[in-house]
């Protein structure tokens, strides 16, 4: 049988195997046809393990044509959610601290105009629109204290500025808000939390009681709105590490006429900085 016959026969037989034409020429190069059988197991020798990479091969493309396949299901990972913010809570009482007839008999209203003093100590007289109210809490974390005043912090961006030179978007802190029944008692003396009856209460109700605190910095405030705009007196407060309103030094303001309005009239006031 000549080489070529041989050559034609192992080519049918691995027909769907692509192998390079000059595989076999080399195969021959070094085997002498009078020794058939030394030339023949060299040569399959060559061919099983030209076909053994090939299989090899093959199996290691499908699978990598599979892995590239394979689709990730369109399902949209939640991310985490840092700082999450937190529904407001909403007071179902009031702790009058200065009584009903402390209330309705003083003028608890103080118009800024003509408080030179003030203005002079004050840091920063602005116009701020209160684009957020954050949160509400009585803790000071830097000293680590509870106060019987709540505090509120909100976001706001400055429109106008009378003194000082804030601009763009802060955090602000003024007194008022909405605390629970276990933040107050932690800042009460025994005897308050007896008089106020406190010690009657179970845990569960001080921690889901919510509750305003009335005295004589909150009741002159005029009720927070997002939205509307506020003169605000404010100097920097190292506890807070944020602007802070003096006192009840914050009104409503209307930003078309530069009026504020009086919280015991509920009339609108000129204000002119400076005025004596």
């Not at 005043?149 to 400055?158: C, D, G, H, I």
């Amino acid at each position: 049988m000549e080489h070529k016959d041989i050559d034609k026969i192992i080519r049918n037989s691995y027909e769907n195997v692509k192998i390079p034409d000059n595989l076999f020429e080399n195969a021959y190069s070094n085997l002498e046809y009078k020794k058939p059988h030394t030339w023949y197991f060299k040569y399959a020798a060559v061919f099983v393990l030209i076909i053994g990479i090939t299989i090899t091969l093959i199996i290691i493309l499908n699978k990598q044509n599979k892995n590239e396949n394979i689709q990730t299901p369109n399902v949209a990972v939640e991310k985490p959610i840092q700082n999450e913010e937190k529904k407001l809570p909403v007071a179902s009482s009031i702790i009058n601290l200065i009584g009903d007839e402390y209330v309705q008999n003083r003028n608890l209203f103080i118009s800024p105009v003509g408080l030179n003093l003030v203005e002079e100590e004050t840091q920063n007289i602005v116009v701020v629109k209160l684009e957020k109210i954050l949160y509400y809490t009585n803790y000071i974390e830097k000293r680590n204290v509870y106060t019987i005043t709540p505090f509120t912090a909100s976001k706001v961006s400055v429109v106008k500025s009378y003194k000082g030179n804030l601009t763009g978007e802060l955090e602000i802190m003024s007194y008022g808000g909405v605390i629970t029944l276990s933040d107050y008692e932690k800042a009460c003396e025994p005897e308050q939390i007896k008089k106020q009856g406190l010690d009657k209460k179970t845990q569960e109700e001080k921690d889901t009681t919510y509750i305003e605190v009335l005295n004589s910095l909150t009741a002159p405030l005029p009720k927070l709105v997002e939205g509307k705009y506020y003169l605000v007196f404010m100097n920097y407060n190292d506890n807070f590490e944020k602007y802070q309103v003096l006192d009840t030094l914050l009104y409503e303001y209307d930003i078309e006429t530069d009026k504020i309005r009086n919280t015991d009239t509920n009339e609108w006031e000129d204000y002119t900085f400076g005025a004596n």
